[in-house]
Structures are given as C-alpha cells and as structure tokens.
C-alpha cells in the first residue's frame, strides 16, 4: 500500500467516525462494506489442491453477506458538531465554564489551609510544611495555591487569616449550592433563595479576602459567582446584593457568615434527609398498591401500612394530589376497610382524590340492553320518585345521575363537605318530609359526622353507612343490607 493511500484511508475513517458512532445505520453499512470486501478478496484465492470434498449440504450453506446500503442523505461535508460545554461570561464579559462545585468546596478548603500557613509564617511561627498541601493540590484540575508562591502581598498576619477565613466560607457554600440541586423541587423551593444570597455574599466576602492581600483575582471566586448568578438567574431569582463589585464584604466578616452557612447546611441536610425518606417511602407506597391492585380481595391488611407510608410522604413533601399516587389509590379505593381511620395527611389524598373524581368527565352513555342487578332493581323499588341525601365529600355530577338513574329517584340531594365542618348544617336537608333515606359516605366524611344519625333518628329517616364508593351496586347492597327491612316496612304503611 502506498503512501498516499494510507494516507487517504486515514483522513476517510477519520471523516467517517462521527457518523458511525452516531449513526446504527451507517455502523451497519461499513460491516457490510467489510464483509463485501472480504467475499470479493476470496475471489482471487488459489483454488486449494487437497482431495476433493463432498458437495456441501445446501441446509447448512452459508448465506450471502447482506447488501450494502449507503444512507441517501449521507454526506462528509458537514460531520456533527461536536458537544460543547456551556461558556458563561464572568463579572468582566470575559468566557468562562465554570467547574463542578464540589471541585470548587475542594479547592477552596485547600487555599484556606494555605492561607493559614501564611498567616502563621507573617506572625513568625513555625508553619508546617505545605508538601500535602501541594500534593493534594496537583490532584484537583487548576488548583493553584498561589498564596505560597513569591509574591508583591501584604504582611499583615490578619490579612491572611481572614483570606483563610473567606476561602473556607467559600467552601461551605459551594458545597450548600451542590446539595441544593440535588433536592427535590418542592423541597429546594424552601430554601433556595436563601441559600443563593449566602453563596452570593461568600463570593463577595472571597473576592474582598482576596484584594486585602493585593491579589487581583482567584479562580474559584470567580467560579462560585458565575455559579450563583446562573442559579439565581435560572431560578428566577434576583439577587440585589453582593453581585457588584462596589457592594463590598469586609473580610473579617467571615466568623459570623460561617456560622450562618452552618445553619443552612443543617437545614439543608434535614431537606436531603426528607428527600431520601419521600423518595424510599414513594417506591415502597407504589409497589403495595400494585400489589393490591393485582388481588383487591387480600388488600385490606395492607391499609395500615399504606396509610402510614401515604403520611410519610406527603410530611416530606409530595403533593397530596400527586397524580402517581392518585391513579394507584383509585383501582383499590373500595377495599380501604371501614375500621382504618386515616392520618390527616392521607386524608388529604383522599380529599384530593375525591376531588379529582368530582371533576373528571361523565362516562359516554351505555347503549347495551344489559338488565340492572337484583339488588338495584329492589332498592328502585322502593325509592322511585323519591329523594335521598348523600352526606360526605364532593359532588360528582357523573355519579349522582349514575344514583338517580339507577334507583329511579326524583332526586339525590348531594351535601359536600369539608373537614372539621359542624353537622348542624346537615339537618335541613336530612329534615325534608320527601327525604326517603340518608346515605352517609364515611371514606370522604370526618368522623363527627357520624352524629348525623341523630337527625335521622329526629326526624325517622333510615341512614346508611356508605364503606365504598358511589357505584350503584355498592349502594343498593350497603341500602338493602342495613335499612332494606324499615324500607319496607315504611313503603307498606305508606
């Protein structure tokens, strides 16, 4: 092979490999080119001279390499572009990308400690050697301890004890802002605005530490300032303070800034805490209700602890009307024993999720001549054109004319509720002479509603307990079960 084709083959696979590594199709293509370039080789191989062989076996012939296919649109005069990092410009237009803050919180604990020596070397003691230092400076990328190289600095021993204050307040906030953005939206959101003005005052306090020993800049200052003025900017957040270079932070503030990074370093650790706990308490919540969902009728020993994980996790902050939840709640609703008193936050769910029913669109009307159930059909019997009271949760537009369809009821007079509210408000509809039974829906009803029952006993009225939900059969099996035999008694002496 001459040169010159060695040296075309290059600069060819060179042009080609980003579209091979980008495209399965083209990947494809050059093995076939391969294989096609092997079977036309083979061509020109010396006939062999050993005995002859017996014909193959046409089952087990080897099929012809497929063909080669070129892309239509494939082209080497524009190969992909490759991926470029992010360049923001720093406080003086120049362009910057701008590190990992945990590179940032090492660097800066590094130069605090080197700060250190120097401050204890101005003050004429015997400062350690700063060979680990170095070592462990070499190890992180653009990690410069410029403060132990020669240098036009100041000697005041106070100078750089508060340099090294500032780079350790530097520290502690890069590394605030990196847990920041591991945490949960609804978790960060308590926090964030908080913690960008801290990270906004530490690159300030930095950037004073640093002009005090007249040294004109630090990367990592610089670096923790493009950090916080992107976060804050992509927050929506405006941060009025410590952004300019004339809205200055003495050095020696340092101590007090420290102490308050401190503070929200706890706060944030006990955010990370809740948000490992929601995250683990979610994946444990969801596989119970699939599990339930996939045999409802052992489903209830597991209430307990689905109303304790639905606690959890609404505590660590998952919305209650979280959608997740609320489609792998509906499929077991019905099997929540009557027994089970929920928490207060997983009777926001529930609340949510009566809600979201309340408002969700009417099913298309059934067409079939299926007959109603035995039971439907009794209990019609004895409510036709009549009303009845439904107490508890939100009216749903879909199931109340579901009930009164179903039961031929003139009417079904849904009373809504809301927590803690009194029950004297129930007692004019329950009073209404035309009123035939009150059905009490206690999943969606506080437990004091429960003193309902002596309104109806006042006024004569059948009450029923609803377990369930607001299917028709439910209801007429829960009617005929609980008040079936006073129905009918009532409906002979009328």
């Known amino acids: ?61 080897v099929l012809p390499p497929p063909p080669v296919v070129i892309p239509a649109d494939f082209s ?90 500032a780079f350790a307040v530097g520290a502690e906030a890069a590394n605030l802002l990196a847990i920041l953005q591991t945490l949960p939206d609804a978790l960060a959101e308590r926090h964030r605005e908080r913690v960008l003005y801290a990270g906004a005052e530490a690159q300030a306090l930095m950037w ?45 503030q340092w101590p007090d800034l420290l102490s308050r990074l401190a503070v929200l370093r706890d706060a944030l650790a006990e955010a990370r805490g809740k948000a490992r706990t ?23 020993p597991e209430w307990p602890r689905v109303l304790e994980l639905l606690e959890g996790v609404v505590s660590a902050g998952v919305p209650a009307s979280n959608a997740d939840i609320r489609e792998l709640l509906l499929p077991v609703l019905d099997t929540l024993p009557e027994d089970q008193e929920p928490g207060p936050n997983a009777e926001r769910v529930f609340s949510a999720v009566n809600e979201y029913l309340a408002t969700r669109p009417a099913p298309a009307d059934d067409t079939g001549t299926e007959k109603p159930a035995a039971e439907i059909c009794a209990v019609a019997e004895l409510l036709r054109g009549r009303q009845a009271v439904l107490i508890g949760g939100v009216e749903r537009n879909a199931a109340r004319r579901s009930i009164e369809q179903a039961f031929g009821l003139n009417e079904l007079n849904w009373v809504s509720t809301r927590p803690h509210e009194s029950v004297t408000i129930f007692e004019p509809a329950v009073a209404r002479p035309e009123v035939a039974v009150v059905l009490l829906a206690i999943r969606w009803a506080s437990h004091s509603y429960g003193d309902v029952k002596a309104y109806c006993e006042k006024y004569g009225k059948p009450m029923v307990y609803l377990t369930g939900g607001y299917n028709p059969n439910q209801i007429a099996h829960q009617i005929l079960a609980q008040v079936g035999d006073r129905l009918r008694s009532l409906d002979r002496a009328g």
């Open 1 to 61: 092979m001459t040169d010159e084709l060695a040296e075309a083959l290059v600069a060819l696979f060179e042009r080609l490999g980003p579209y091979v590594r980008s495209d399965p199709h083209l990947r494809d293509a050059v093995h076939g080119l391969g294989r096609a370039i092997a079977t036309w080789a083979d061509q020109f191989a010396p006939a062999p001279t050993t005995h002859v062989v017996e014909q193959a076996d046409p089952a087990g012939a």
């Open 76 to 165: 080497l005069a524009r190969p992909p572009a490759p991926i470029r990092p992010l360049v923001f410009a720093d406080d003086e237009g120049r362009g910057l990308v701008p590190v990992d803050l945990p590179v940032i919180a090492r660097r800066c604990h590094l130069k605090a400690e080197a700060a250190r020596v120097v401050a204890a070397r101005k003050r004429g003691g015997t400062a350690p050697a700063p060979d680990d230092l170095v070592r462990l400076a070499n190890e992180l990328p653009d990690c410069d301890l410029w403060m132990l190289h020669p240098g036009d600095y100041v000697d005041a021993p106070k100078a750089w004890e508060d340099l090294g204050g």
């Open 208 to 252: 004073a530490g640093v002009l005090d020993v007249h040294r004109r800049v630090d990367n990592d200052q610089v670096h923790l300032f493009v950090h916080v003025r992107e976060f804050a900017r992509n927050s929506q957040i405006y941060i009025n303070r410590y952004l300019k270079k004339e809205d200055r932070v003495s050095a020696d």
């Open 278 to 300: 929601r995250d683990k308490g979610l994946t444990n919540l969801k596989y119970k209700l699939r599990k339930m969902a996939e045999a409802p009728a052992s489903a209830a």
